[in-house]
T-cell receptor
Framework: NAGVTQTPKFQVLKTGQSMTLQCAQD?????MSWYRQDPGMGLRLIHY???????DQGEVPNGYNVSRSTTEDFPLRLLSAAPSQTSVYFC???????????????FGPGTRLLVL | QKEVEQDPGPLSVPEGAIVSLNCTYS??????FMWYRQYSRKGPELLMY????GNKEDGRFTAQVDKSSKYISLFIRDSQPSDSATYLC?????????????FGQGTELSVKP
């Protein structure tokens, strides 16, 4: 299994440009999330999904869109990039069972985004 | 005020030392508590999780939760240079909440040989 994969690894955008950060997992996990990590702020939840076709907002959703058409993929779209969206973005997935809560998430390697 | 507070460090210790990492939180509804380790330029990886109050041990790592004080700790015994990383505490209010975690800021740990 490749686990959680993210592309691109690094991206530079100009203010106002749009782009999509890709996230895929091959573990058949039901739950997927997007976080951003900023210095001194820890990780903050942007959007999450509990299954294909179901998404919801996290702590900092403004400026981002998501959709989940398949179990495997959970892309994050930046509609009109702003310098405040300069960050490292992590995608995570998880599943639940009798002994494993959803919160035991598997994280991808991250995408570093710089908005000029 | 942030829901979860964690001293960002950096914390530097000699090899073999016992390391204590801590988080405090303000929301008494938190029930599940996790510790993640993050190496430089990598994604976080789960170290341990605990439910409600109590201790949990896994090898050199011990997680403690004191809900009455709203305080959680991670102890690392016989610390190794390979333990050098950022340690993030995380919490959630309800079991199976779709991956909605609240993270602390992370503590950067350096273990010197």
């Amino acid at each position: 299994n490749a686990g959680v994969t993210q592309t691109p690894k690094f991206q530079v955008l100009k203010t106002g440009q749009s782009m999509t950060l890709q996230c895929a997992q091959d573990m058949n996990h039901e739950y997927m999330s997007w976080y951003r990590q900023d210095p001194g702020m820890g990780l903050r939840l942007i959007h999450y999904s509990v299954g294909a076709g179901i998404t919801d907002q996290g702590e900092v959703p403004n400026g981002y869109n998501v959709s989940r058409s398949t179990t495997e993929d959970f892309p994050l779209r930046l509609l009109s990039a702003a310098p405040s969206q300069t960050s490292v973005y992590f995608c995570a997935s998880s599943w639940t069972s009798g002994t494993n809560p959803q919160e035991t998430q598997y994280f991808g390697p991250g995408t570093r985004l710089l908005v000029l | 005020q942030k829901e979860v507070e964690q001293d960002p460090g950096p914390l530097s210790v000699p090899e073999g030392a016992i390391v204590s990492l801590n988080c405090t939180y303000s929301n008494s509804a938190f029930q599940y508590f996790m510790w993640y380790r993050q190496y430089s330029r990598k994604g976080p990886e789960l170290l341990m999780y605990t439910y409600s109050s109590g201790n949990k041990e896994d090898g050199r790592f011990t997680a403690q939760v004191d809900k009455s004080s709203k305080y959680i700790s991670l102890f690392i015994r016989d610390s190794q240079p390979s333990d050098s990383a950022t340690y993030l505490c995380a919490m959630s209010r309800i079991y199976n909440q779709g991956g909605k975690l609240i993270f602390g800021q992370g503590t950067e740990l350096s273990v010197k040989p």
